[in-house]
């Protein structure tokens, strides 16, 4: 399985990718969004874990983009955004769950 960690912080994306990496998944990183599109763009991911605030774009952006693509990946936003309309909107803009950072 192919995952991509899209996560400004560094330490956090690092440890998701290592714990990742352990369970023998094929991971790749990105810290801010014009990587991460180009990294969605060229590559097929199964999973992507994506946060809602990144350097030079926004997370739900990035989701619209997976979705203009056709990627039929599963998305799974870790944010420290909380309220429920954020959750809402994630969601209907076609993720397949919220996680709240602690």
């Not at 995952?3 to 991971?27: F, G, K, M, Q």
């Amino acid at each position: 399985m192919k995952v991509i960690v899209i996560e400004d912080e560094a330490a956090l994306a690092e440890s998701i990718a290592e714990s990742l990496l352990i369970e023998n998944y094929s991971v790749d990183v990105a810290f801010d969004f014009p990587v991460a599109l180009d990294k969605i763009s060229m590559t097929d991911y199964d999973c992507v874990l994506l946060d809602l605030s990144l350097p030079g774009g926004s997370g739900l952006t990035l989701l619209k983009k997976l979705k203009e693509m056709n990627k039929h990946n599963g998305v799974i936003i870790i944010s420290a955004k909380d309220s429920l309309e954020d959750k809402i909107l994630g969601l209907k803009l076609g993720a397949d769950d919220y996680l709240v950072k602690p």
